[in-house]
């Protein structure tokens, strides 16, 4: 275990195994109550699971609305992490959108992006502040496991499914994000999506080579892992 000053996140400390653990809880209750919530014939949307939905989608914007605007505020305020240009801050808008209609096309932004990058998220978090209950570490992970926790109730427990026709969507929509903030990063001096560079502190890119090749490697890794996640839904 990493030693840090008191109050100072560490990976995989006792702050960062409460979270994984809360992830596991909370993936464990949301996938029964989406099967149950199959209320219509076929396995259709009923009254409940659309309420619910609904409600899990106002309490993802009242925490993400909430953590944007404190992030913002003079003190907080930085460019290099203030902007909401991360695709994690992307995908907690899909997820928003897909609990509240149900669409397809919303979720599988955050079939993909929620159980990918926001995994790799939570298991390796580039967190640069103070450990719980800093508004730092509870915005991160409050983000992360939001986003992680709908794809698994929209995809086991309501039965919603991936398509190949979705992965292209998927990666033509995050080839669109991955271009636009790597113009702007070069243009502002940042580096949102670590596209630029690699993070400051251990991450899952430190095993792919210097930049640019493992944005090159990172992009293939998720091409492969997106089609892995694919094939299971389509194999009939």
């Not at 702050?15 to 209750?29: E, I, P, R, V, Y």
């Not at 219509?40 to 609305?65: D, K, N, T, W």
């Amino acid at each position: 275990m990493p030693l840090t000053a008191a109050g100072e996140f560490a990976v995989y400390g006792p702050s960062h195994w409460a979270a994984l653990g809360l992830f596991a809880a909370g993936c464990a209750a949301l996938v029964p109550l989406g099967r149950a919530q199959r209320t219509e014939p076929g396995g259709g949307f009923g009254e409940q699971a659309r309420g619910f939905s609904r409600a899990y989608a106002l309490a993802i914007a009242y925490v993400m609305i909430g953590t944007q605007v404190y992030s913002l505020l003079p003190g907080q305020w930085r460019i290099g992490g203030s902007l909401p240009l991360q695709l994690c801050d992307l995908a907690w808008l899909t997820a928003v959108g897909a609990l509240w209609t149900l669409g397809h096309r919303w979720f599988t932004l955050t079939y993909y992006w929620g159980l990918t990058l926001s995994v790799q998220g939570l298991l390796t978090p580039a967190l640069h502040g103070g450990d719980y209950p800093d508004i730092d570490y509870l915005g991160f992970f409050g983000m992360h496991l939001m986003i992680v926790w709908a794809a698994v109730y929209l995809t086991w427990g309501l039965g919603m499914r991936p398509g190949w026709r979705d992965y292209r969507f998927a990666v033509a929509a995050t080839l669109v994000w991955a271009v636009a903030t790597f113009v702007f990063n070069l243009i502002a001096g940042t580096n949102y999506g670590y596209l630029n560079e690699k993070p400051g502190s251990a991450s899952i890119l430190d095993v792919l080579g210097p930049w640019p090749w493992y944005v090159l490697v990172e992009t293939l890794v998720i091409l492969a892992g997106w089609a892995l996640i694919t094939w299971p839904w389509t194999r009939r």
